[in-house]
């Protein structure tokens, strides 16, 4: 989201959006978001434990033990706040880019994961019905950790 807002403002050649939406929260005509109560059920769950919390949600994005061990260590090298993942939860849930993305008239590229469970792979039919390029690889909502992911 944050890219679509960018590339709004500045001028650029190109945006490539990584398992990204214009629009995170399901709404009677946005049908690939997600429901707004799962991501209030995710913050409360922070809430309780938020290194525990993230560690469960890397650990549903990807199966490599190896990058699990690696994202953990990340997680306690590196703390978040609660209140820097509540802001940013708040974002995604009232900030709506559908119309500022479609108004983009800069090639557009996208690459989603096909068991993405935050960014439903149906979204990619959107984007090709926008002429968006998209890419859909076997990977979670962090496709950057997927052997098959290029730039």
């Known amino acids: 989201m944050l890219a679509?807002?960018?590339?709004?403002?500045?001028?650029?050649?190109?945006?490539?959006?990584?398992?990204?939406?214009?629009?995170?929260?399901?709404?009677d005509n946005w049908e690939?978001?997600?429901?707004?109560?799962?991501?209030?059920?995710?913050?409360?769950?922070?809430?309780l434990n938020l290194?525990?919390?993230l560690k469960r949600f890397v650990s549903l994005q990807t199966k490599d033990k190896t990058q699990i061990k690696h994202l953990n260590q990340t997680i306690d090298n590196y703390p978040a706040t609660t209140q820097a993942l509540n802001q940013g939860?708040?974002?995604?849930?009232?900030?709506n880019l559908i119309k500022t993305l479609e108004s983009l008239s800069v090639?557009?590229?996208v690459i989603l994961g096909k068991n993405d469970t935050l960014v439903p792979n149906?979204?990619?039919?959107?984007?090709?019905?926008?002429?968006?390029?998209t890419q859909l690889l076997n990977t979670g909502h962090l496709p950057f950790l997927c052997d098959d992911f290029l730039l």
Not at 8 to 23: D, H
Not at 32 to 47: T, Y
Not at 89 to 95: E, F, M, P, S, V
């Open 4 to 27: 679509i807002n960018i590339a709004n403002k500045v001028s650029i050649s190109k945006l490539i959006l990584v398992a990204s939406t214009p629009n995170f929260v399901r709404t």
């Open 32 to 47: 690939f978001g997600i429901d707004a109560n799962n991501f209030e059920q995710f913050s409360d769950s922070l809430q």
């Open 51 to 53: 290194s525990k919390g």
């Open 89 to 95: 939860l708040n974002i995604l849930l009232k900030t």
């Open 107 to 109: 090639e557009k590229e």
């Open 122 to 133: 149906k979204i990619a039919k959107w984007y090709q019905q926008n002429n968006i390029k």
